[in-house]
């Protein structure tokens, strides 16, 4: 897959065909690890590759920041003993709206900015293209929470809401923040 037109950072490497979260030097792709087998099927998936087209934070690829979410949601769901599997899965494709949300920033109704109606529009799509458990489309639809009114049903769904959040943080006002060295902490949850 070619990739070199991208405009937006991320931890992508075409020589050494490597993806990795922002703070860690795993490389996402490798085969041995478990993250990468409960996400194989999704993180080189030509519908989820096409977030890289589209800037989520700062300078970083919705992308990015999604790999960046299910990276580190599936880390904390681990250490807690839940589902690893369906955090890492569902944190993936929390974003997978596939539209420049910054050109919809001018809506004037409060509730049909951005920030309220993409967690439906990425169950649509992410539901459309990949089959998903209950646990997931929960985790997808209110990953926004506590936008989402309704909170969320399951314990990964809060890890996803809170990863999104903290990595929105990050990306937006630390664009350099992967070189220091607290948020390498992150990456012994």
């Given at each position: 897959?070619?990739?070199s037109n991208r405009k937006f950072n991320y931890v992508y490497s075409l020589n050494n065909n490597s993806?990795?979260?922002i703070g860690s030097d795993v490389?996402?792709?490798?085969?041995c690890l478990e993250y990468n087998k409960f996400v194989s099927d999704l993180i080189d998936n030509q519908i989820v590759l096409e977030m890289m087209d589209y800037m989520q934070h700062g300078t970083t690829s919705c992308y990015q920041h999604c790999i960046n979410?299910?990276?580190y949601s599936y880390k904390?769901?681990?250490?807690?003993?839940l589902d690893a599997k369906s955090t890492a899965r569902a944190a993936l494709l929390h974003d997978l709206f596939l539209y420049d949300w910054h050109k919809t920033a001018k809506v004037k109704s409060l509730f049909?900015?951005?920030g309220f109606t993409h967690p439906k529009k990425a169950l649509e799509n992410a539901s459309k293209y990949f089959h998903l458990n209950d646990k997931e489309k929960d985790i997808i639809i209110k990953h926004m929470w506590p936008l989402t009114i309704v909170p969320p049903k399951y314990k990964e769904s809060y890890i996803v809401s809170f990863m999104d959040k903290y990595c929105c943080l990050i990306e937006t006002f630390?664009?350099?923040f992967h070189k220091i060295?607290?948020?390498k902490k992150v990456s012994y949850l």
């Open positions: 897959m070619f990739f993806v990795k979260a490389n996402l792709l490798d085969d979410v299910s990276y904390l769901a681990k250490k807690l003993n049909k900015k951005h630390y664009p350099k060295h607290f948020l």
